[in-house]
């Protein structure tokens, strides 16, 4: 083993989802520019800023050794999904979920949290007032109207066919999959979604899951994604895997505490997340999504020709001002 | 809420990675059977045993809580990957990684593991004789004599195109993709690989890592894939992430130390692990990929009508004798 061998390998290998921050590579440009390369030469008028309106911020308890943890997620804008948005905005306003918990963890699956005594009647946390009851119509939207960017269609497609849908593409930094007639976002990694019952329209919101696996698209409009977590997604992924059935925690003990959900218009200005997606109408998104379609950056030697659609995550990072 | 409703939310929401062991419900054979009452359902017969002699058994050190943490690994059989499977083999006969370590956890892509001085010459562990240089032609299989079982193809497929190759499908219980000549392993949640350097024929099989996120299926045909986690996945997904780039521990306090990485049959007969998977040529499996292609049990109100392959996880259980 030569002293670069390990580094150099880990390197190339995951260059693709190596944090912005690191993307700046101080080598020149590369003949062949890999997702991370455009990314980093992205002009700034291709960053769309994330509105702190659209964001939740949730602190879990600390960790085993006192640091914190904060996971904050962003909202669907209208008119995705906007009956339940409307139910979590709420439930915000009124921290509903200070301490909720973090319920259940499934391998390659979901972590799900909400109201720890959800299955006892007579502890149940009961909802506020003015939480709708939000028709299953909403989990897929009229296609008109909706600009699909970037997609599998059109002159230049970055991807080839998929299993689970005609269309796809963006709109507005979301992933989207769509028919003739209509569109619905995709459950790719870090979306965040509604827990329900059997009947589609008996989640409220206050149940929420995050996807922390492969995308399980069968879910797709089966069940409402609402948002999607865009900083500390990697204080659920690691949560200890549940070893109830479904991955529920069998003992209080080992739930996780949420100490609070809060819009991040509610947080003194300092302190609300500041954060920007790559517009995915923007020439560099474009480019971005071929890219990783087709990898010829250093240690690809055979670009696959298309992607999936989640894995095209729509690039974010942090801002100072 | 009712009270049984996050339960039941939970119960339909997550039937599809329900533990095998669960599977087996107590309540009636549903109208549309589900992936789970599928698997359920079938019989010895469609079941085949893991040999001994393909798993290899890894020891991390216990948890914090003193638990133990066993991860068993099959090796993917001839012709898969055989020149780094027999390397693989021969580190393990030696107890090569006695004492190595998880070096690496990226979220939503891969955990790492090897010589965690592999950097630094001076105290990088040589590796033994007999370790084969490994030609990148290993990467894609003849597609002759290759029954792709259970696929996109043919009379009944179960899923629609693929954007990432022509052919998918499974042969000997491991999900595969082709083109008219090749086929080759696909890169699902588990699988496990080879890292390597820039060149393709520089991995050595000394250093592995397997996949803890959305299927990374760009590196299909660019990096050796020689087996999968059959038991223990959650021991290295769980784990914290690492902080430097992509994902590396930036202190060796924060590695994970690999007790021992054994052969099966190293181990006493009745330490072994009993495994079985559900034969891929079976009629069982037929049914279960397409039920898994198209949800219609209670819960799924539109089926996808097409499956990605790593939506489609060989179903494995645990046998006692």
New interface residues.
Partial sequence: ??????????????A????LT?LAASEPPPANPGPGDIIAAAPQGDWARIPADDLLVMDLAPD?KGRPRRVVIQLMPAPFSSGWVSNIRKLAAVHWWDDAAI????????V?W??PD????AK?KP?PAGIAKVP?GE?VFDRKGVNIAAG?SGSEPW??????AKALGFSGGWPLAGNDDHVWPVH???MVGV????S?D???G??L?TVI???????????ALVGRVVEG??HM?????GTG????YESPEERTVIRSVRLATELPEAERPRLEYLNSSSESFVAYARA??N?KD?????P?????I??IPVPIRKITQ
Same sequence: chains 1, 2.
């Fill in positions: 083993m030569t002293a670069t061998r390990l580094r150099s390998t880990a390197l190339r290998f995951a693709s989802l190596l944090p690191l085993a319920v259940r963890v499934q391998d390659n699956y979901v799900q909400g109201d959800a299955e006892d009647e149940a909802l299953e989990y599998n991807t080839g066919p998929d299993a689970y790719c990694y870090g827990g329900r019952n059997l589609p008996t989640g409220s206050a149940e899951y696996g492969h995308a399980p698209r069968h879910l797709d409009r089966n069940i997604i990697e992924s690691s949560l200890p895997r059935a479904l991955g529920f990783r379609a990898r250093a240690f690809f030697n055979i696959a020709g298309g992607a999936d989640c894995n």
